[in-house]
């Protein structure tokens, strides 16, 4: 299974970097700029990776978008039929441009909006409530932070982990897609935290009380 992420900013950056450390297999990094990513990917020593347009990135068969809420949704729209059967993982927070509220109604959620653009291909939530320069440092105080995987699909979920549990997080599996309304709330108030204490831009999210994030066998 292929991975590509695409997208060169803060999160695309940090992701192609620990999945280019981390996951086993090619790794793709697409952009509308594919020459800027091949510098940026020769700069920081990746490689191995793969760069490139977004079209070639969806190639792959787990495809990571690391885009604005909104120029998600217009790409998922615009690709649906290449999507089809593919993981998709939402890493999307669906704040206003002011960092003041949420562009999504209540009981909404964008990964759920994604789902409905694509309802072939199989959405998984990660790795919201994780800042991007915790990618940089994630051990903090001697610990990992955690990352809520979401989705409809029970078997892409349990894929996604298996794949990128080698990441230096504590992936837990976190329920339906649904469940990205409060996923998805909870990084605003994360973020409010983070400016509040003075630790802007680094802040994640950690469950207190679960042991080991151990998957259930998948029952079919
Ligand atoms: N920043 C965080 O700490 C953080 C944490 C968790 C989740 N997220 C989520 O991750 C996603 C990406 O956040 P980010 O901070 O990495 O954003 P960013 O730094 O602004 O980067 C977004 C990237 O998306 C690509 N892109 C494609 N279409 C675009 C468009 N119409 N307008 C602007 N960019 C477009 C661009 O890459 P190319 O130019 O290479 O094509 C751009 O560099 C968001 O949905 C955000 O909610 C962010």
Redesign the pocket.
């Known amino acids: 299974m292929k991975i590509s992420v ?9 992701l192609v970097k620990q999945a280019a450390a981390h996951v086993e297999g090619q790794v793709f990094w ?4 594919p020459e ?2 091949a510098e940026l990917a020769k700069s920081f020593q990746l490689n191995q990776v793969v760069t490139g347009s ?1 079209e070639e990135a969806l190639q792959a068969d787990i495809i990571i ?8 949704m ?2 998922a729209a615009a690709n649906k039929e290449r999507l089809e059967h593919k993981i998709v993982v939402d ?5 206003t441009s002011d960092f003041s509220g949420f562009t999504t109604a209540w009981g909404e959620s ?1 990964a759920e909006g994604l789902q409905a653009l694509l309802p072939d291909s199989k959405v998984v939530g990660a ?8 990618f940089e440092n994630p051990v903090f105080q001697d610990q990992q932070s955690d990352v809520l995987v979401t989705g409809d699909d029970e078997e892409a979920v349990h894929q996604f982990i298996e794949r990128f549990s080698p990441l230096p997080f504590r992936f837990i599996h976190a329920g339906k897609l649904a469940n990205n309304r409060t996923i998805e709330r909870f ?1 605003l108030l994360e973020l409010e935290l983070a400016v509040r204490y003075g630790t802007y ?1 680094y802040i994640s999210l950690q469950v207190f009380g679960i042991k080991e994030a151990v998957l259930a066998p998948l029952t079919k």
């Open positions: 695409l997208g060169t900013g803060n999160m695309g950056k940090a697409g952009s509308r700029n800027e990513a977004y978008p690391a885009f604005p809420a909104a120029a998600l217009e790409w890493i999307s927070n669906p704040f964008s790795f919201k409530n994780t800042f991007f320069s915790v990084t831009p």
